[in-house]
């Protein structure tokens, strides 16, 4: 009998063939599992190690979000959001209340939201229930963006000394389909209403709607493209040098990701989340 530590060896892939006829498909595959890692790289499934507690909030309550700010000088602050509570919190024992939110809320600021530019890290809400945050190690506060009224947004990306922000709501008006640009070095300097052309400056703002005008679901960087998935439609890619010639591409037709966070660079592959399965 296998030990719990031995690893599963299969020959699909690194994954599970979901796309093969069941009775076309080798007994060496994987075609089921659960409580598994995934080395795509050694084809190997081994069991997943058991979850460990690392710290309970003061307030007891559910863990909905994080953002995790890294200051020029290399020092790294966490936030944690538990229920309508967010804390900075040390890795150990100590939650320090820094501000609240709606409890429905789902705050995310991961690393590839920092802007060292203005030295914050910017924070999105998968809900859209509250307005895009910022974080410096000391001070969580609302964005002071250019854009008048409240801004909204469930995805963000910094690439190129811009910040990408996907899946958007301005002034009270909701486009799940239009991803904005901030200036270049200028995170609070964004547009709704200009796209990239020769009549802007070349580091200007600016916005598009995604081609096939459907909500982005994804926003990722890899191989240095620039990613933007939609939901249950394509992958496109970021084309063009400034604000006079940028578009979006046709990258991967039919990619058909679903969920709200179904785009994830893993390092040597991009993740997808697909209705049944995982590419």
Same mark, same amino acid.
């Given at each position: 009998?296998?030990?719990?530590?031995?690893?599963?060896?299969?020959?699909?892939?690194?994954?599970?063939?979901?796309?093969?006829?069941?009775?076309?498909?080798?007994?060496?595959?994987? !075609?089921?599992?659960?409580?598994? =890692?995934?080395?795509? &790289?050694?084809?190997?499934? $081994?069991?997943?190690?058991?979850? +460990? *507690?690392?710290?309970?909030?003061?307030?007891?309550?559910?863990?909905?979000?994080?953002?995790?700010?890294?200051?020029?000088?290399?020092?790294?602050?966490?936030?944690?959001?538990?229920?309508?509570?967010?804390?900075?919190?040390?890795?150990?024992?100590?939650?320090?209340?820094?501000?609240?939110?709606?409890?429905?809320?789902?705050?995310?600021?991961?690393?590839?939201?920092?802007?060292?530019?203005?030295?914050?890290?910017?924070?999105?809400?998968?809900?859209?229930?509250?307005?895009?945050?910022?974080?410096?190690?000391?001070?969580?506060?609302?964005?002071?963006?250019?854009?008048?009224?409240?801004?909204?947004?469930?995805?963000?990306?910094?690439?190129?000394?811009?910040?990408?922000?996907?899946? !958007?709501?301005?002034?009270?008006? =909701?486009?799940?389909? &239009?991803?904005?640009?901030? $200036?270049?070095?200028?995170?609070? +300097? *964004?547009?709704?209403?200009?796209?990239?052309?020769?009549?802007?400056?070349?580091?200007?703002?600016?916005?598009?709607?995604?081609?096939?005008?459907?909500?982005?679901?994804?926003?990722?960087?890899?191989?240095?493209?620039?990613?933007?998935?939609?939901?249950?439609?394509?992958?496109?890619?970021?084309?063009?040098?400034?604000?006079?010639?940028?578009?979006?591409?046709?990258?991967?037709?039919?990619?058909?990701?679903?969920?709200?966070?179904?785009?994830?660079?893993?390092?040597?592959?991009?993740?997808?989340?697909?209705?049944?399965?995982?590419?």
């Amino acid at each position: 009998m296998a030990e719990e530590t031995d690893p599963i060896v299969i020959s699909f892939g690194g994954g599970v063939n979901t796309r093969t006829k069941s009775i076309d498909i080798d007994v060496t595959e994987c !075609v089921l599992a659960q409580n598994f =890692d995934l080395d795509p &790289v050694r084809q190997v499934f $081994a069991r997943r190690k058991p979850f +460990d *507690l690392a710290g309970t909030a003061t307030n007891g309550g559910e863990i909905r979000g994080y953002a995790q700010y890294i200051s020029p000088s290399g020092t790294v602050s966490t936030l944690i959001q538990a229920g309508g509570v967010v804390y900075t919190w040390d890795g150990a024992s100590t939650f320090t209340s820094v501000g609240t939110v709606l409890a429905e809320a789902r705050l995310r600021g991961a690393r590839d939201h920092n802007f060292p530019l203005s030295t914050y890290v910017l924070i999105t809400d998968l809900e859209k229930l509250e307005t895009v945050k910022t974080w410096n190690g000391t001070t969580f506060a609302a964005l002071a963006h250019n854009l008048g009224g409240d801004f909204y947004a469930k995805y963000c990306r910094v690439f190129n000394e811009r910040a990408f922000f996907g899946n !958007v709501k301005t002034g009270g008006t =909701d486009t799940p389909h &239009v991803l904005l640009a901030s $200036a270049v070095s200028d995170a609070d +300097d *964004l547009t709704a209403s200009t796209r990239p052309s020769s009549s802007v400056g070349q580091d200007a703002a600016w916005f598009l709607q995604t081609p096939d005008l459907r909500a982005i679901n994804g926003l990722e960087t890899a191989f240095g493209q620039f990613l933007i998935s939609t939901l249950k439609g394509k992958i496109f890619h970021l084309k063009g040098k400034d604000s006079f010639d940028y578009e979006l591409s046709s990258f991967y037709e039919g990619s058909a990701a679903a969920g709200s966070e179904a785009m994830v660079n893993i390092g040597n592959d991009i993740l997808m989340g697909r209705p049944g399965r995982i590419e």
